[in-house]
């Protein structure tokens, strides 16, 4: 984006109005990937104020190679995932991960009514979270995956799969709410 | 327990993947880290200080060097000042001027400006020790380069802070020193030569 060009000088020097520009235009999507990997308000907003950092501290080295947005986008993806490592979060995903880590609370499954996709995520284990994020969200690829989150890509798949089928069945209750399924529903069991 | 479809399931994820949120912080808390990280400077800072300091080292200069100039001639600063103190009402550094509105702070300060632009024509006038000295000529060719370099410091500075006092102030005192500066030179050369430019 040509604004975004010009902004981008500007910024570097330290210009407020431009780096403001850039994070208003930029924040609502860059923001939305912190949270959803997150699945916590709060801590989403420390680590996106520290993304917000690195980023501006990176704005020298972009090139414009990609578009600035899906370049901030892959900045806020790798830093949310190392701070999510540094507290120890990624690292229980990692064992977890080779685990069952889709059920989870089975127990409280039952009264727990998601209004939302991103509320039935919250539901999910922090590794099958960042799995289905990444692909299905962010369109990573399951190597992709499996490079940022140090599994193999059978893993991966392995793990999208069942996150799938427990936001599915999180969300059951939304099958009534959209007319271009209606009468579909429940034909894809698992 | 009951599955929501695939293609409903792909509709839900379709549209969270298009939905943007809003801000996790504010930019308030996002420029204040900034800053403190020094990846905000202030703009008008940035492209002010520069010629500011500049100014400010060049005017401290100047006037340093004029004190210390007719001190080592033997001729004390009260001596020289004493020439125009008929005119001049005298100024106590020890008692600040108090102002009630900015308007009188304006108004002084213009007043301030004018009585400097006219105390360093009077000098180049009639200060004719200094003009006569063995260098002069040189002297003054320096001094006179070194305010060029001021004057378009603080132009410069004047297009990014037209009512800034300081600046103004900067501006205004290198263009009476620059002026005054001229007639001293003009004076000090051979009657042959006359200062066209420079």
């Known amino acids: 984006m040509l604004i975004d060009q010009l902004d981008l000088k500007r910024a570097i020097a330290g210009d407020e109005r431009a780096l403001r520009r850039l994070w208003t235009r930029h924040a609502p999507h860059v923001d939305a990937v912190v949270r959803r990997l997150c699945g916590d308000a709060e801590l989403a907003a420390d680590i996106s104020q520290e993304v917000w950092m690195q980023i501006f501290r990176a704005l020298p080295s972009y090139r414009g190679d990609s578009q600035f947005g899906t370049w901030a986008h892959r900045i806020a993806v790798n830093r949310t995932l190392n701070a999510l490592r540094k507290i120890r979060r990624i690292a229980k995903l990692e064992v977890d991960i080779e685990d069952d880590s889709a059920l989870v609370e089975p127990d409280t499954d039952r009264t727990f009514i998601a209004e939302s996709i991103e509320q039935a995520m919250t539901r999910l284990s922090p590794g099958a979270r960042a799995v289905f994020v990444l692909h299905d969200i962010e369109g990573y690829t399951h190597g992709e995956i499996g490079a940022e989150l140090g599994i193999t890509p059978g893993g991966s798949k392995s793990q999208l799969f069942k996150a799938r089928a427990k936001l599915r069945k999180l969300l059951a209750h939304l099958v009534d709410e959209s007319p271009s399924v209606a009468g579909k529903a429940h034909v894809a069991p698992v | ?198």
């Open chain 2, 1 to 198: 327990m009951s599955h929501l479809s695939e293609d409903r399931f792909d509709q839900l994820v379709s549209s969270e993947r298009a939905r943007d949120a809003a801000p996790l912080n504010t930019w308030e808390s996002i420029a204040q880290r900034a800053r403190e990280e020094g990846l905000i400077r202030d703009h008008r800072t940035a492209m002010w200080v520069t010629p500011w300091m500049r100014a400010a080292a060049a005017v401290l200069i100047l006037a340093g060097g004029i004190t210390i100039g007719r001190y080592t001639e033997g001729e004390s600063v009260a001596t020289a000042s004493g020439e125009i103190a008929a005119d001049t009402p005298p100024v106590s550094p020890s008692a600040p001027a108090r102002f009630s509105n900015v308007d009188e702070a304006w108004a002084t300060l213009e007043r301030a400006s004018a009585d400097y632009q006219s105390a360093s024509a009077f000098l180049a006038v009639n200060n004719s020790r200094a003009s006569t000295a063995p260098d002069s000529v040189s002297i003054y060719r320096e001094r006179l380069a070194a305010l060029e370099q001021l004057m378009r410091a603080t132009a410069s500075a004047r297009e990014n802070a037209r009512r800034d006092p300081v600046i103004n102030q900067y501006y205004l005192a290198a263009l009476g020193a620059r002026e005054a500066t001229k007639q001293q030179l003009g004076a000090a050369r051979p009657a042959s030569f006359r200062l066209k430019g420079f």
